[in-house]
């Protein structure tokens, strides 16, 4: 046999064997558990490298662990194949976005087969496929009818390099999260879904998804932001016809009430300023509009504003109170106006400080206090009827107040904002809506869709969407009454297309709706999905939302999508997130066709914790493949005597023999706990590391031996080394195929049940416990498996390395851990 694993050879076999046999091929099998596996799919932007092979070992791993673990498993890949990056690079080349991305499709196909994933092709999905997105537009038009879709003008997001809107969730640090150019606010007509009419339930089900990190978790809470409290008017001073409708979670601190905050988009602006301020305020706007909402609240940025000649009323103690315009208020939160308390608020603080204005302490401060704003619980103070209540008291007590004299109401506010979906670029799915003069705005007739994108329109990048230079797409009849109609030219955002292609996967080709509402009963929700954090609010949000909409309407039973999420670290490189755009890449086609797709894959499972980001290293994929070929050489080198061997190992007779078939068992019962628990790949892989270093230490130890000795020495070397190559499959498919098959087995090493530890096994005679004083380790004692907890105290006390730390020192408990630990704890 070959002294190196011949990887290509190999490689090429099992790929070919796998498609030839439709091994990954899977249909609804209600005999079996499902499990659905998945992983992000990859927008087809050229070429994979090793920061995206991550995520695919990471699923391709778990896919054949359940397979092998008994279950009927969903593994698909798709194409998210709309978005500027085509659109963009047809503008630069002159090639059409379609065959662009076709031709990327292709490549990035080839290498994630030639990496040897387990995905079952027949159900792949590309999304700008028409009759993917005919779905997509029928539910549009569903949505329409419902109030979830509306059409309105806002100021948006407007990124001047990409031409398009961005949703709050695509500003990244005041940038396009795409290109990174600088966004400015613009008002424009657009498109939203209503993701607001289910904020309080995204919410609520944060509380109830264990299997998701704690912090996605809590960034979704934060962005979806529930606030509590109380909304009511301020009379402008003087003007007995103008109110400022305000919100607060902080009802109790009216009293400290010292100035009040208009944003400077707030329409109420335009009425209460006077001409000889107009021309100031007109130029604070425009100066506040060229940041980005972000930029205006980042906490760490001095506050500004204008002082209005106009005064505020408070209505709890009818006090005369500045009124400002400032960038740090926001119409498009709560009700686009604050009143503010500097004594209770940071941010009002800064403020008040700034502007010379002054502080009311409202809540008493706990003895000592030195800092700024106090946030913190208290009595209350200097505030009228509501001295001497709690924080929670007095917000009650103001809150009745102000509905008895019917200027306020409880209040709960939400930061999320509706959903802009409208984009102004080409490459994306056609909004299904015309609008007619006589009919107004019309959606298109369900038997009409898809409605195509047109293959033959200019692209240059500037000026709009350039559906609107095509006349034979925007100009058509209108569905309700066939006279002359408009359609409309935005498109929608690729976000759309990611919120549901897992519900397509369930049944790929069927033409009778979105999906087939059986075989998404079987599958749904997704057991386990995988993909970067910073997913976290953008589309794992919006998916969870349109799942909640798919479920009104009929077409799935689950409340949401994916039942356990993990969120893998990132690929870092000199420094840096591996990235084309930072030129750090690391060719996935280079790892392959230097060590193999086994090693790359290895390594960079090995190599971190997968929720932890990785660090490149040449010299660990070096490692990777010096293990690979350890094991290969081991085993082919042993074929003669392992094919001889005792299929069915028998309880061994001997001391060394116990002990190490004691090794193979616990190794068995490590990697399937690190596996079944925590994510732990790197620590199984170094527990199947360990196992085959005592392979070797028994292997050569044992020497060459005959009769019940020699059958003993041979049955433990072929239990052993099957249980490393079961082990190591899931891990590294193609070299656990190749010697499965060398070993005599027929049929495919992922049609094997998963090794079992055997509890007879792991009965040890002898245990070795750690001795902590004060929880200080001091010694170790080894004592008999099952030894009474009586003893163990007594070896534990007397043992030499332990009795100075217990000199002069009293005894006060000694607690035992049986198996484990002795921790003796005293007092002086």
Known sequence: MADRYPFREIEEKWQRLWDERQQFRVTEDRSRPKFYCLEMFPYPSGRIHMGHVRVYAIGDLLARYKWMRGYNVLHPMGWDAFGLPAENAAIDNGVHPAIWTSENIDYMRLQLKKMGTSYDWEREVTTCDPAYYKWEQLIFIKMLERGLAYRRRSRVNWCPSCQTVLANEQVEDGRCWRCESEVTPKDIDGWFFKITAYAEELLAWCDRLPGWPERVLTMQRNWIGKSEGAEFDLPIAG???????VFTTRPDTVFGMTYAVLA???PLVDQVVTPAERAAVEAFRAEVARESEMERTAADRPKRGLRLAAMAVNPFDGAEIPLFIADYVLMGYGTGAIMAVPGEDQRDWDFARRQGLPIIET??????WTGEAYTGDGVKINSGFLDGLTIA???????DWLVERGVGEARVNYRLRDWGISRQRYWGAPIPVLYCERCGIVPEAEDRLPVVLPRDVQLSGKGGSPLASAPEFVNARCPRCGGAARRETDTMDTFVESSWYFLRYCSPRYEGGMVDTPAADYWMPVDQYIGGIEHAVLHLLYARFYTKVLRDLGLTKVDEPFTALLSQGMVIKDGAKMSKSKGNVVSDDFIREKYGADTGRLFELFAAPPEKDLEWNDQGIEGASRFLNRVWRFTTSHLGELAEAPRTPAAAA???????????HETVRRVTDDLERDFGFNTAIAAIMELVNALAVFEAGAGAVSGDAGRE???????AVETVILLLGPFCPHIAEELWSQLGHPESVFRQRWPQADPA?????EVTLVVQVDGRV??????????????????ALADERVQPWLASRRVERVVVVPSRLVNIVTRA
């Open 713 to 719: 020495r041979a049955a433990l070397l072929r239990e």
């Open 778 to 795: 001091r010694s170790r004692v080894v004592v008999e498996a099952g030894a009474a907890e009586e003893r163990v105290r007594q070896l």
């Open 239 to 245: 003007r007995p016809d103008l109110k400022i409708r």
């Open 654 to 664: 001997t001391d060394a023999g116990r002990a190490f078939r004691r090794v193979i």
């Open 761 to 765: 096994a792991l009965v040890r005679a």
């Open 393 to 399: 008291e007095a917000k009650r007590k103001a809150i």
């Open 264 to 266: 400077p988009e707030h």
């Open 363 to 368: 809540v008493e401060r706990p003895a000592g």
